[in-house]
Antibody, heavy 116, light 110 residues
């Protein structure tokens, strides 16, 4: 069965960077794009960006341009999302997800806490 | 890119039907048939309930249905049950090759 397994929770200081991984299994990794979505405590889902798992092309929400990097390692069927210059407002659960029609699978979420 | 507009909350009694609206623009909902609806229980990842406006994934109850008219999509839940109480989010593909989510709607089953 399809699974997206994310790395564990992180606590970071303001100004630092965080890198979250998302290992896919149960399907051909390069067939579907991988999206990253975050949800601050008590807030709505916010789409951040996506990567074409086949060719590595990326697209980001403008508010994250320059701060977010999404990469993938096809040999490991793993996608990565790195967010830099962290601030308290970046405290959230970060999800990877496939979001393609019925092929819609989500990771379990990674809690990132930004606190001094 | 602004979030799609959803009512903050809706409520209904068991057995009743409710509809949640999701309003966007011609650059997202109005321009594409790529509207999805998600159900999210506290502390859980979102679960897909409707994709491509009106399609139900395997395993989702036929009490859930979706539709779209112009720039507004809707999710209808019929025969409301206690376990339907959750947050619901719409999403759409956009003309910028991005995805946008709605603000979320809290459904309360009275």
């Amino acid at each position: 069965q399809v699974q997206l397994v994310q790395s564990g929770a992180e606590v970071k200081k303001p100004g630092a960077s965080v890198k979250v991984s998302c290992k896919a299994s149960g399907y051909t990794f390069t067939t579907y794009a991988m999206h990253w979505v975050r949800q601050a405590p008590g807030q709505r889902l916010e789409w951040m960006g996506w990567i074409n798992a086949d060719n590595g092309n990326t697209r980001f929400l403008q508010k994250f341009q320059g701060r977010v990097t999404i990469t993938r390692d096809t040999s490991a069927s793993t996608a990565y999302m790195e967010l830099s210059s962290l601030r308290s407002e970046d405290t959230a659960v970060y999800y990877c997800a496939t979001l393609r029609g019925f092929f819609n699978y989500w990771g379990q979420g990674t809690l990132v806490i930004v606190s001094s | 890119q602004s979030a799609l507009t959803q009512p903050a909350s809706v409520s209904g009694s068991p057995g009743q039907s409710i509809t949640i609206s999701c309003t966007g623009t011609s650059s997202d909902i109005g321009g594409y048939n790529y509207v999805s609806w998600y159900q999210q229980h506290p502390g859980k990842a979102p679960k897909l309930m409707i994709y491509d406006v009106s399609n139900r994934p395997s395993g989702v109850s036929n009490r859930f249905s979706g539709s779209k008219s112009g720039n507004t999509a809707s999710l209808t839940i019929s025969g409301l049950q206690a376990e339907d109480e959750a947050d619901y989010y719409c999403s759409s593909y956009t003309s910028s090759s991005t995805v946008v989510f709605g603000g979320g709607t809290k459904l309360t089953v009275l």
